[in-house]
């Protein structure tokens, strides 16, 4: 069974960092899709990054230049580093994983998903 679980989140201020992780494990998770999405309230769920198993790598509009997304497959761990945090990136952020080879930036192409982590940005 495959379990993905994130940690990191917190409360910053505007300009601050933050660096997430999501520890995945019950698959080979270097031939994944790996995925970090975002979702504030009353909003839709956001692509933020993902990663494909040749490390191709795609960010979300609102976070390129910004956020940097990268794996440790020895340690089945993705990680999700936050420079400049902005009040709007404030979200609940949740990992996920798709089986596909192909990065997908839609939230219903991903097989399984983490309980996500709130990230509070403050102004």
């Known amino acids: 069974q495959v379990q993905l679980v994130e940690s990191g989140g917190g409360l910053v201020q505007a300009g601050g960092s933050l660096r997430l992780s999501c520890a995945a494990s019950g698959g080979t998770f270097s031939n994944y899709v790996m995925g970090w999405f975002r979702q504030a309230p009353g909003k839709e769920r956001e692509f933020v990054a993902a990663?494909?198993?040749?490390?191709?790598?795609y960010y979300g509009d609102s976070t390129k230049g910004r956020f940097t997304i990268s794996r440790d497959i020895a340690k089945n761990t993705l990680y999700l580093q936050m420079n400049s945090l902005k009040p709007e990136d404030t979200a609940l952020y949740y990992c996920?994983?798709?089986?596909?080879?192909?990065?997908?930036?839609?939230?219903?192409?991903?097989?399984?998903w983490g309980r996500g982590t709130q990230v509070t940005v403050s102004s």
């Open positions: 990663i494909n198993w040749s490390d191709r790598i």
């Open positions: 996920a994983a798709n089986l596909a080879s192909v990065i997908d930036l839609r939230p219903g192409a991903y097989d399984y």
